[in-house]
């Protein structure tokens, strides 16, 4: 891999690790307002994010490369309310779909095949996570952010299941 792909790869490895830590303080933020539902969501999110940086770091390692974990900011510790840290979650998310957009054009210029499909599936990936948390911030504008409309939103997100795991409650 040539030093200008994996370059950007590092850059994209701290940036889904730094969604990740901005993930966990808003699940710490929602936990200490008793916001339940939207702290499991958020922690939930924290460890999906997580799991694309490390998607990152064994690709860069298969590669040949080394991945470096730089510093990551400190995340914000007050988002006001449930739809403006909703928002701002779309916010970053809609930047780490900038970066991945960059990756794979940098990849189709580089003739990186191996990087093109890796950032295929991060492609498609994003569309999701900007889909799930635009729906989050449509419903909460339709019910109201607050009062019975957040109990019920809160209640809903509380249902969310980790990556991968099945939905229903299936007994084996």
């Given at each position: ?15 889904e690790?730094?969604?990740?830590h ?110 799930q ?21 809160d ?18």
């Open positions: 891999m040539n030093e200008t792909i994996q370059q950007a790869l590092n850059e994209q490895l701290r940036l690790l730094t969604a990740s901005a993930y966990l303080a808003m699940a710490a933020w929602a936990e200490a307002r008793n916001l339940s539902g939207c702290a499991h969501w958020m922690r939930a999110q924290s460890e999906e994010e997580r799991g694309h940086a490390l998607k990152i770091f064994d690709f860069i390692h298969d590669r040949d490369g080394q991945a470096r974990l730089g510093a990551l900011p400190e995340p914000g510790s007050s988002f006001g309310t449930v739809l403006e840290m909703f928002e701002a979650a779309l916010e970053h998310e809609r930047k780490v779909t900038a970066s991945i957009n960059r990756i794979y054009s940098l990849a189709l210029q580089e003739s990186d095949y191996p990087t093109q499909v890796l950032f295929q599936w991060y492609i498609n990936e994003q569309v999701e996570e900007e889909k948390l635009t729906q989050i911030i449509d419903q909460l504008r339709l019910v109201g952010a607050e009062g019975v409309g957040l109990y019920m939103i209640r809903e997100l509380a249902g969310r299941r980790p990556e991968g795991e099945p939905e229903g409650d299936e007994e084996e």
